[in-house]
């Protein structure tokens, strides 16, 4: 359940964070940012990003367990 819920977060962490950084006109690097288009909306999204902000967010709720 744990892993789920830090899914989530991981997603919404990536989220904001490539949205910030894809604002400036940057690809961030090792971060890959990439924009992809959701029904005519441009989304900005990182896969390196999204895993690790999933794996610290599990990671900080199997400590808090």
Same mark, same amino acid.
Request: charged share 5%; no cysteine.
């Given at each position: 359940?744990?892993? =789920?819920? *830090?899914?989530?977060?991981? *997603?919404? =962490?990536? @989220? &904001? &964070?490539? #949205?910030?950084?894809? *604002? #400036?006109?940057?690809?961030? #690097? @090792? =971060?890959n940012i990439h924009e992809f288009a959701v029904q005519g909306h441009y989304v900005a999204w990182s896969w390196p990003l999204f895993i690790a902000g999933t794996g610290l967010s599990w990671g900080i709720m199997l400590m808090m367990k």
């Open positions: 359940m744990s892993l =789920l819920k *830090a899914i989530l977060l991981g *997603a919404i =962490l990536t @989220f &904001v &964070v490539s #949205g910030t950084i894809w *604002a #400036g006109q940057s690809t961030g #690097g @090792f =971060l």
